[in-house]
């Protein structure tokens, strides 16, 4: 079973501030299966990034993802008010699918 | 427009029973993998299981798995979770959400709005 890490559990910056959020899978996983969510207070997840890199209909391109193997990253150029929110990784298995814990993105 | 709307939820005492649903609208249901998702309050996100778009083979996280069926009746556009030996800490809110699977990779690109679930005596 894949095991997904997020770090930082936290992260508290200011608006206009980049944001670097990480993913670590617990063994070398295929880039095109890693997605990554948006979720923000009584609302379902928002799909943002899949295939590690590839930007969902609708999502500004302040959003990018970059990685492969086992680290994986979500970068956030310039925060907006509205990105401040929790953000999950996530791995497809044929069989089985993870997410990671989630990072926190919180007004600083 | 893509719609997902999950219906079932509620209070249910621990070994009880409860069927979840969930109606799909503005696209071709039978052509895609269905999953649900749930969250225990203030936690993080839990994958429950994934149906794929005929009904023939389903998958179940160990937490769920022997307690939980997933099925769907493409005829009704419909998804559901059949729970079974619910505990409490199965109580979270349960989502369900639109696989696409193809060259650029695997995305859940819809989701419902979720169904609470609690268990409790």
């Known amino acids: 079973e894949i095991v997904l890490t997020q770090s930082p559990g936290t992260l508290s910056l200011s608006p206009g501030e980049r944001a670097t959020l990480s993913c670590r899978a617990s063994?070398?996983?295929?880039?095109?299966?890693l997605a990554w969510y948006q979720q923000k207070p009584g609302q379902a997840p928002r799909l943002l990034i899949y295939?590690?890199?590839s930007r969902a209909i609708g999502i500004p391109d302040r959003f990018s993802g970059s990685g492969s193997g086992t680290d994986f990253t979500l970068t956030i150029s310039r925060l907006e008010p509205e990105d401040f929110a929790v953000y999950y990784c996530?791995?497809?298995?044929?069989?089985?699918?993870?997410f990671g814990q989630g990072t926190k993105v919180e007004i600083k | 427009e893509v719609q997902l709307l999950e219906s079932g939820g509620g209070l249910v005492q621990p070994g009880g029973s409860l069927r979840l649903s969930c109606a799909a609208s503005?696209?071709?249901?039978?052509?895609?993998?269905m999953t649900w998702v749930r969250q225990a309050p203030g936690k993080g996100l839990e994958w429950v299981s994934v149906?794929?778009?005929?009904?023939?083979?389903?998958y179940y996280a160990d937490s769920v798995r022997g307690r939980f069926t997933i099925s769907r009746d493409n005829s009704r556009n419909t998804l559901y979770l059949q729970m079974n030996s619910l505990r409490a800490e199965d109580t979270a809110i349960y989502y369900c959400?639109?696989?696409?699977?193809?060259?650029?990779?695997?995305?859940?690109?819809?989701w419902g709005q979720g169904t609470l679930v609690t268990v409790s005596s």
């Open positions: 063994q070398s996983v295929s880039s095109i299966y």
């Open positions: 295939g590690a890199s």
């Open positions: 149906i794929i778009d005929s009904g023939g083979n389903t």
């Open positions: 503005g696209f071709t249901f039978s052509n895609y993998a």
């Open positions: 959400a639109k696989d696409v699977h193809d060259s650029s990779g695997h995305r859940n690109d819809y």
């Open positions: 996530h791995h497809y298995g044929s069989s089985m699918r993870t």
